[in-house]
């Protein structure tokens, strides 16, 4: 059983940054692919980025390749995301999540059914 708890979520202006991040309970988290999406109001959860076991691997979407990054310390039990040049459609509730498997392509991981934990998602508002 993993516990995931996010925060860092703000209001934040066009074109600045946050930092999210997420921390996961339990002495297996290196052992988890974490994966971070996000959902807008009336719309379906979308895939953000998602990063392997072990750091090395990372996938994004293309609506935020460029702009946001996403790095872990498996020593501190948490997984972040760093978001640049933020721009008024990041707007959204963002998630992260735990996988037990890190999938060789974007498609798999960026299926939230893929996931087996979630966090409870913290609020990220980019005003004009």
């Known amino acids: 059983q993993v516990q995931l708890v996010e925060s860092g979520g703000g209001l934040v202006q066009a074109g600045g940054s946050l930092r999210l991040s997420c921390s996961a309970s339990?002495?297996?988290?290196?052992?988890?692919?974490m994966g971070w999406f996000r959902q807008a109001p009336g719309k379906e959860r979308d895939f953000v980025a998602a990063?392997?076991?072990?750091?090395?691997?990372?996938y994004y979407a293309d609506s935020v390749k460029g702009r946001f990054t996403i790095s872990r310390d498996n020593a501190k039990n948490t997984v972040y995301l760093q978001m640049n040049s933020l721009k008024l459609e990041d707007t959204a509730v963002y998630y992260c999540?735990?996988?037990?498997?890190?999938?060789?392509?974007?498609?798999?991981?960026?299926?939230?059914?893929?996931?087996?934990?979630w966090g409870q998602g913290t609020q990220v508002t980019v005003s004009s």
């Open positions: 999540a735990a996988v037990g498997f890190f999938f060789t392509t974007r498609q798999a991981m960026g299926r939230p059914a893929q996931y087996d934990y």
């Open positions: 339990g002495p297996t988290f290196s052992s988890y692919a």
């Open positions: 990063i392997s076991n072990s750091g090395s691997s990372t």
